[in-house]
Structures are given as structure tokens and as C-alpha cells.
């Protein structure tokens, strides 16, 4: 038997080199096939890579836009969300409040970033000129180009700033100085107030560090109108917003009847407006309301009578004392039924009986709405909770001077939203502003008021005879504006000296008066709470002083004089 006995040997021996060679000789090949097999690996994930590369840049430059954002900041465009997933401002609503409250953010706070969040298809505007200015325009494309000649003259357009104002949505964490972007046509369904977040009805989560909740509110409707159907509500307008005018001003052209069921500042306006138009075009034009005249809820009863010929006058028929009982369809008109039994046959109707302010965000964030005048109760600093404030039509705050209330006016909008804007930087200022409103008859009738002017309340009118410039129209020209809040704002006499006097009281004024011009203080236990200006324009620091000051008064005449009304 042989056996083959294997040895290393010693080195350098003829053994040792054959198992040297063969050893070599396998790790080359060994070698060779991992760097084969490394080199096709390599070569395919290269080729995937510049195919990758490749279709970016054709991306890329398909799509300029993205690009040029680029160069704004340190993102690359594909990574943009086209919503941030955090800002440090968001506002809840794209009306005046909101922006407001942006400018004054931008202004405390340069480099902030701002999203606005409007369920408004449209950039920011103001609502004033939808039922007075644009109706009185001579430009046949007013519905497109929203321009609108003020009454003194000067021409502006609806929108507060141009689009090139706002900044990309998508681009807002972005810019170097920060700005304000408007997300247009979303609406916020929820809000997380412990984490911060909130939810827009496409699913869309933001999150912030401040939010404003400014959504205003929505025109009411009547529940006859509400109980009548489809049909009836394809002829309805509920005017709040552009499309609104845009669709009114359409259909006042294409009827021959129009009802406006409302006495108050909108209704009245829209009646005068439509009322020019029936000269014209031979428009019917249909004002019903349950008071005894024309803004009867704020007006004395002597006034609110003037006030109703004045818009008959203007080529309305006004039906006061009606209340609707129920609407229908009869042929192709519609037809009203009254409660005392009266029928009114009209094509198309307008209601403007009041706003709901949409506080539908109060359920998700547990914030509390009022139970007597709705909205959003807030604090002195117009704030619901540490990091939330609310402005505008929403908030129901509390006046130190006449107690909890919630305003529906232009310049409530502009001040609170502007003081929120200041407190969500830093500024912990209360609200202690009293905010005027103003209506507009046409351009030769207006008045400015005050503080808290109810018709229940009683009053004292001193009047006088007007001149050519106690008008709106002359009020502008004399202010430079036709927004005239603008001119007004936060201003207030710095004092007000009334002489003594032993006149009489001054006694209501004799039915059938001209009342060309006029104060009315509204007195609650002797004290004047509220203030209207008629045909007396840029007088309203004086009135915020007197009611700021909360003094009774033997004499009201004199103090009518410090609005200069027997001025020629």
C-alpha cells in the first residue's frame, strides 16, 4: 500500500513552488471576475444615473417658473411643496381684516413671513364700493376691470395692491425678505390649537407659529326663501362678495324686475344704485322691509322717513311694513305673499338681511363664541388664546366704554385687524378703538357714524341747511379719499371744549323738514353713546372724543357746534 504524504518542505523547495503558482494563479482569476463583475455593476447604475440626470434637466427645463423661483432661495424647485408645511403667520380669511393685519405685521416685522388662507377665489379687496361706487360707473366693463371713479373724481381699483405685491405661495419660506402670499379658493376645516396645525378641506396640513382668525361673515337668508326650493333660489342673490356684483350687475340688465327684500345700509344702498338704472332702462325696482322706513333699526323715526322718500325719489318703490311669508314660482316670475296678504310679482330677488359670522373653526380649536351677539369672544388684545387673535366681523370684543360687542363695519375691520397684526409681534395693545361706518345714498346723500346708534335708544337731532360741499361727493374731494375710513382711522380730538348755555333742549325736528344737514346723539342714561354725522363729513374725531369721554351734557345744542354745522 502507498500513501502520498503532503509536506510544506521547506521553503524555496520545488513542492512549495507548485502550490505557489496554483495559488496565484486562482486569485487572478478570482480577481478577474470581481472586477468584471464590478465594472457591469458600475456601468449600470451609471447609465440609470445619467438617464436620471437626463430627464431632470428636461423637467427642468420644461418648467422656467420653477427655476427662476430657484434662484430666490436655497431649495431646489422640485422640493417645494405647493404649500409650505409651516409658516410663522397665517391669517384665516382674505377680506380687509386679514389684510390688514398683514401689512401690520410686514411693518413691526420686516422679514416676516405671511400666508393668507381665502376661501375667495379673488386677492384682497374692499366690499364698501360693491354696493355704492362701482354701481354709478360709466365704464361698460366695470365687472371686468373692477375700477370705479370715486366721488370726488379720482379712479382706483377695488383690489388693496396688485398681484405682483404678493409672493408664490409656494416660494413664501423661501425669499429673502419674507412677504405675504394669498392662498386663494381654500378653506380651513379644522384646527390641531395644541400642536399649532391646521387642515384645509383638500387635506392640506399647515402649520404655524401666530394664526388670525379674520373669516368674517356670510349673508343670512330668509327661511321663506330657505322653505322655497331650487327653483326659487336659482333667482336669489345673497350679495356679500365680487361674483355677486358681477352676477347682479349681469342680471339687472336682463330683467325687468328686481326685488330687495332689507331695509338696513345694504339694502338701502343697492335700492338707490338699481333705482338710477330703472330711469334708464326702464328696471323695476322693489324695496320690502318689516320696519317702518328705510334703516329704521338705526335711523330716528323722523329721519328714517326722510330717508324713505329720498329713496323713492330715486325711482324705487319701497314697501315698508312687509314681511314675507312665503316665495314660489308662478309662470316665470316669482311671487312673494305677505303676511298682511299683499302679492309682489318680480323676476329676480336680493336679500340683504344681515351676516352670520362663520365661526364654524370654534368646534375643532374649542373657542368660545358668544351667545348673544355670535363670533368669537375675545380678550382686550383681540385674543381667543395665547398664540390666536381674531379680527373683523368675527370677534365679539369688549368695548370699555359700551360694553361686549361685535361690529360688521369697514373701519372696525381695518383698525382691528391692524391692531391684531401688531399684537402678534409683540405689541399687547388693547382695543379701545371706537369704529365709524358710513353709507352712501348716491353722491349727494351719506352719513358717518359712531358708537351705538339704535333707534330704541332715545335721541336729539340739531340740524341745519346744507350747502353744495355737504355731500359725499364734496366729502371726498375735501379728503383725498373715497374709502373715507382711510382718512379717519384711529384718529380723535384731542380735546373738546363746550361753552356754557341756557338754551332749551333742542325738541324733534317738524315732519316734512329738509334735513340737509345734522348731528344726532344717541343718549343712554343721559350720556351720548353714539353719534350719527349727516351730510357732515370729516368731523368724526370730534364725535370719537365726545363718546370716549362719556360726560352728560345739559345742552346738546352746543355741543352740536363743535361739528360746525351752521357753517355757509
Known amino acids: 500500500m502507498s500513501r502520498q504524504v503532503a509536506s510544506s518542505g521547506v521553503p524555496g523547495g520545488k513542492g512549495d513552488s507548485s502550490v505557489f503558482v496554483l495559488i496565484v494563479g486562482l486569485s487572478t482569476l478570482g480577481a478577474g471576475a470581481y472586477v468584471y463583475r464590478t465594472l457591469r455593476e458600475n456601468k449600470e447604475r451609471f447609465t440609470s444615473r445619467v438617464t436620471t440626470i437626463t430627464t431632470r434637466s428636461q423637467e427642468n427645463e420644461s ?25 410663522p403667520f397665517l391669517l384665516i380669511g382674505g377680506g380687509t381684516a386679514a389684510f390688514a393685519a398683514a401689512r401690520s405685521i410686514r411693518a413691526r416685522d420686516p422679514g416676516a413671513r405671511v400666508l393668507i388662507v381665502s376661501e375667495d377665489p379673488a386677492l384682497p379687496y374692499m366690499r364698501p364700493p360693491l354696493s355704492k361706487e362701482l354701481w354709478f360707473s360709466d365704464d361698460p366693463n366695470v365687472t371686468e376691470s373692477l375700477r370705479f371713479k370715486q366721488w370726488n373724481g379720482k379712479e382706483r381699483s377695488i383690489y388693496f395692491q396688485p398681484p405682483s405685491f404678493y409672493v408664490p405661495v409656494r416660494d413664501l419660506p423661501f425669499v ?15 384646527m390641531d390649537v395644541r400642536g399649532n396645525i391646521v387642515k384645509l378641506s383638500d387635506g392640506t396640513q399647515i402649520s404655524y407659529d401666530k394664526c388670525l382668525i379674520a373669516t368674517g361673515g356670510s349673508p343670512r337668508n330668509l327661511p321663506a326663501i330657505e322653505r322655497a326650493g331650487k327653483d326659487v333660489q336659482q333667482r336669489l342673490t345673497l350679495f356679500r ?20 327684500i332689507g331695509g338696513g345700509f345694504l339694502g338701502s344702498e343697492l335700492a338707490c344704485a338699481l333705482g338710477r338704472r330703472a330711469r334708464t332702462r326702464g328696471l323695476e325696482v322693489i324695496q320690502l322691509f318689516p320696519e317702518n322706513g328705510n334703516m329704521g333699526k338705526v335711523l ?11 329713496v323713492r325719489r330715486e325711482g324705487v318703490n319701497v314697501m315698508p311694513n312687509a314681511v314675507v311669508k312665503s316665495v314660489s314660482v308662478c309662470g316665470n316670475r316669482l311671487m312673494i305673499k305677505l303676511k298682511d296678504g299683499r302679492k309682489v310679482e318680480t323676476d329676480h330677488i336680493v336679500a340683504a338681511v344681515g351676516l352670520e359670522p362663520n365661526v364654524e373653526l370654534a368646534k375643532s380649536a374649542g373657542l368660545e363664541v358668544d351667545s348673544d351677539f355670535g363670533g368669537f369672544r375675545v380678550n382686550a388684545e383681540l385674543q381667543a388664546r395665547s398664540n390666536i387673535w381674531v379680527a373683523g366681523d368675527a370677534a365679539c370684543f369688549y368695548d370699555i366704554k359700551l360694553g361686549r360687542r361685535r361690529v360688521e363695519h369697514h373701519d372696525h375691520a381695518v383698525v382691528s385687524g391692524r391692531l391684531a397684526g401688531e399684537n402678534m409681534t409683540g405689541a399687547a395693545k388693547p382695543y379701545w378703538h371706537q369704529s365709524m361706518f358710513w353709507s352712501d345714498l348716491g353722491p349727494n346723500v351719506g ?5 351705538l346708534v339704535d333707534s330704541s335708544l332715545p335721541t336729539v337731532g ?9 355731500t359725499p361727493k364734496s366729502a371726498t374731494e375735501q379728503s383725498g379719499t373715497g374709502i373715507r375710513s382711510e382718512s379717519e382711522t384711529e384718529a380723535e380730538a384731542s380735546e373738546v371744549h363746550i361753552s356754557p348755555s341756557f338754551s332749551p333742549t333742542p325738541q324733534v325736528p317738524k315732519q316734512g323738514e329738509d334735513y340737509g344737514k345734522g348731528v344726532i346723539f344717541y343718549l343712554r342714561d343721559k350720556v351720548v353713546v353714539g353719534i350719527v354725522l349727516w351730510n357732515i363729513f370729516n368731523r368724526m374725531p370730534i364725535a370719537r372724543k365726545i363718546i370716549k369721554d362719556g360726560e352728560e351734557h345739559d345742552d346738546l345744542n352746543e355741543v352740536a357746534k363743535l361739528f360746525n354745522i351752521h357753517e355757509d
Do not use: M
Not at 430657484?70 to 422640493?79: E, I, L, R, V
Not at 330716528?300 to 329720498?310: Q, V
Not at 352719513?447 to 358708537?451: D, F, H, L, M
Open 462 to 470: 340739531v340740524f341745519a341747511k346744507a350747502t353744495a360741499k355737504d
Open 176 to 190: 429673502e425678505n419674507g412677504g405675504v402670499a394669498v392662498l386663494c379658493g381654500k378653506k380651513v376645516v379644522h
Open 241 to 260: 362678495k365680487i361674483e355677486d356684483f358681477k352676477s347682479l350687475e349681469k342680471i339687472s340688465r336682463e330683467v325687468k324686475s328686481i326685488t330687495i
Open 300 to 310: 330716528p323715526e323722523y329721519l328714517s322717513n326722510w330717508t324713505t322718500e329720498k
Open 447 to 451: 352719513y358717518e357714524a359712531i358708537g
Open 63 to 87: 418648467s422656467p417658473s420653477d427655476t427662476d423661483a430657484a434662484s430666490q432661495g436655497t431649495a431646489a424647485p422640485g422640493a417645494r411643496p405647493e404649500v409650505p408645511s409651516h409658516v
